[in-house]
């Protein structure tokens, strides 16, 4: 069973700071995707990372695939109370079909 | 319909009653995907399909049952609902494991 941490868990930061948060397992993936839900709604994609120590922007959110591809981070520069949501990383394995999502972080961004 | 389609979106059921949960898609998405989500927190995988006419077991089967006749339709069945399978439940297709997941608005099922 692959394995996805995500912490923190819990995350309340007031508008304007900045935040990470990380997404580790001990299993190798071939790409991994970050997603943000919203109270009463499915998650919708940010980004889907596929290579190794690649980087990508979403304006203030900047995505981090780990060189080893098991782990990823999500930083958010001057946090928006618009950004307040689950943020779940879900990993996929080359070859199969199976997704696994990870335990999420529920960000709160209070004006 | 366009998009991921999920039926009902609410139910409260009775412990050992049967219930199928509906899930249909019109993006001709070969994969799709039952997850639940227990506590406003991660999705755990429940059966997923590569394609129709073939499932997987995910991480929770237990308790679960799928089949994929056609690439639109999959539903989700609950032979005999214990109070543990209360959740809220999600219904996802993707055209391939890289692409983006779309998800239905959820299925939230109280069984008591």
């Known amino acids: 069973t692959q394995l996805l941490e995500q912490s923190p868990q819990f995350l309340s930061i007031q508008e304007g700071e900045n935040l990470t948060v990380y997404c580790n397992s001990s299993?190798?993936?071939?790409?991994l995707q970050w997603y943000r839900q919203e109270p009463g709604e499915g998650p919708v994609l940010l980004v889907t990372?596929?290579?190794?120590?690649e980087v990508k922007k979403l304006k203030r959110l900047t995505f981090q695939f780990g060189d080893a591809r098991k782990d990823s981070s999500l930083h958010i520069t001057a946090a928006q109370p618009g950004d307040t949501g689950l943020y779940l990383c879900a990993g996929a394995t080359g070859g199969y079909q199976k997704v696994t999502f990870g335990t999420g972080t529920k960000l709160q961004v209070i004006p | 319909i366009a998009g991921i389609t999920q039926a009902p979106t609410s139910q409260i059921l009775a412990a050992g009653r049967r219930m199928t949960l509906r899930c249909t898609q019109d993006m001709r998405h070969n994969a799709m995907y039952w997850y639940r989500q227990d506590l406003g927190l991660g999705l755990r995988l429940i059966h997923y399909?590569?394609?129709?006419?073939?499932?997987g077991k995910g991480e929770v089967p237990d308790g679960y049952s799928v089949s994929r006749a056609n690439t639109d339709d999959f539903p989700l069945t609950l032979a005999s609902a214990v109070p543990s399978q209360t959740s809220v439940y999600f219904c996802?297709?993707?055209?391939?494991?890289?692409?983006?997941?779309?998800f239905g608005q959820g299925t939230r099922l109280t069984v008591v």
């Open positions: 990372v596929v290579t190794g120590g």
């Open positions: 299993s190798v993936f071939s790409s």
């Open positions: 399909s590569n394609t129709a006419g073939t499932t």
């Open positions: 996802a297709s993707r055209l391939t494991t890289n692409t983006e997941a779309f």
